[in-house]
């Protein structure tokens, strides 16, 4: 008998993350899913245009 484990809960919450081609920090979609936290993947700076794909999370609220 095979055991699965149970997928973690996936939320995508708005959060401020830092673009490092024009080194502003942005607004962009993060999803959160257990202990780790993923800028969501196809967004653009607002700013410049460029890949928000290898952007930080900056400032994200989560509860304690």
């Known amino acids: 008998m095979t055991q699965t484990r ?17 080194t502003h920090t942005v607004e962009g979609v993060v999803v959160s ?15 410049c245009s460029a890949s928000l794909d290898p952007a930080y999370i900056m400032r994200l609220a989560r509860a304690a």
């Open 6 to 22: 149970p997928q973690a809960v996936q939320i995508e919450t708005t959060g401020f993350v830092y673009c490092p081609i024009c």
């Open 33 to 47: 899913s257990g202990k780790t936290a993923k800028v969501k993947p196809g967004q653009k700076c607002s700013r």
